[in-house]
């Protein structure tokens, strides 16, 4: 079993079909299913829209997944708890990103994730076969990472990006690398909130290529193409957050085609989806 970790609320629901559609896609799962387990939580104290991700998605997801690899399954874990106990009015609740990036430090609390779990954010499409990176040998190690594409220059050589994670936590447990990370959550004000307080509290890290979480380009060799926000220097200086599902901008910024039989699914699903849900 392949086993990957989403967190979000309804607004992942695209990020998620692409990026499991791409894993799909592109990895021979002949002798293997994937389970792909979504954390979610209300919050809608702090954001009308932060409620957790409706069961109608979960299940459509359900059935996309299902019809690649029956034996594969989508899951919804609902944290609300976890986070009103330990993260409530905390000083990175509001910080650059949204406080679901903060579920993923609750995964050594939830009891059914397995030893070894791919956590990923969902502005990511697979180029290549899954298989490449999960089966990543992590024995001794809390987790394989790549570097951040920006953080390596300007902060650190071996400065990592938090969106592709494959993480022990089997050893996690063992060293309560998260159960820290958490606490610095909890008392401190962190620039990249979740990232940074995974990264100070890390005891051993196993380092990646850049084909494993490529924040920039896409070449032959990518395994992973991270969407997240970046430089560009034409027609000025400026930055931009081009998503995956954005199809058009994918075309004409990017000029990336490679993803299209994915993508040209992706629509029809989606589309297939608004119909089912006015009826």
């Not at 994937?34 to 991700?53: E, G, Q």
């Not at 109608?56 to 997801?61: A, G, P, S, V």
């Not at 910024?253 to 029809?268: G, N, P, T």
Request: glycine share 2%; with cysteine.
């Amino acid at each position: 079993m392949i086993n990957i970790l989403f967190s979000g609320n309804e607004k992942v629901f695209d990020g998620i079909l692409t990026c499991a559609l791409s894993i799909l896609k592109r990895s021979d799962l002949s002798d293997r299913a994937i389970r792909f387990y979504i954390l979610t939580m209300d919050v809608s104290h702090i954001k009308d829209a932060y409620t957790p991700i409706p069961d109608e998605h979960i299940n459509f997801l359900d059935q996309v997944v299902k019809s690649y690899s029956p034996e594969s399954e989508v899951v919804k874990i609902d944290v609300t708890e976890l986070y009103k106990k330990e993260f409530d009015a905390c000083p990175n609740e509001n910080a650059y990103c949204s406080p679901y990036t903060l579920l993923r430090l609750f995964a050594d609390e939830i009891p059914s994730l397995p030893d070894k779990i791919l956590y990923l954010d969902v502005d990511i499409m697979f180029n290549r076969d899954i298989r490449l990176l999960y089966d990543i040998d992590i024995e001794g190690y809390e987790y394989a990472a790549a570097r951040d594409h920006y953080g390596k220059y300007l902060i650190n050589p071996n400065y990592v990006n938090a969106g592709v994670l494959l993480f022990n936590l089997k050893y996690m447990r063992q060293t309560g690398i998260l159960a820290k990370a958490r606490e610095l959550i909890k008392t401190k004000k962190l620039v990249f909130a979740d990232q940074s307080a995974l990264i100070r509290s890390t005891t051993k890290k196993k380092m990646l290529p850049q084909k494993f979480n490529d924040q920039k380009f896409l070449h032959k060799s990518t395994v992973v193409r991270h969407f997240s926000k970046r430089l560009f220097y034409l027609p000025y200086p400026h930055t931009d957050n081009i998503k995956q599902w954005d199809v058009s901008r994918m075309h004409k910024v990017f000029r990336y085609y490679q993803f299209d039989d994915i993508l040209y699914e992706y629509i029809y699903l989606r589309e297939k989806f608004s119909r089912e849900r006015s009826l």
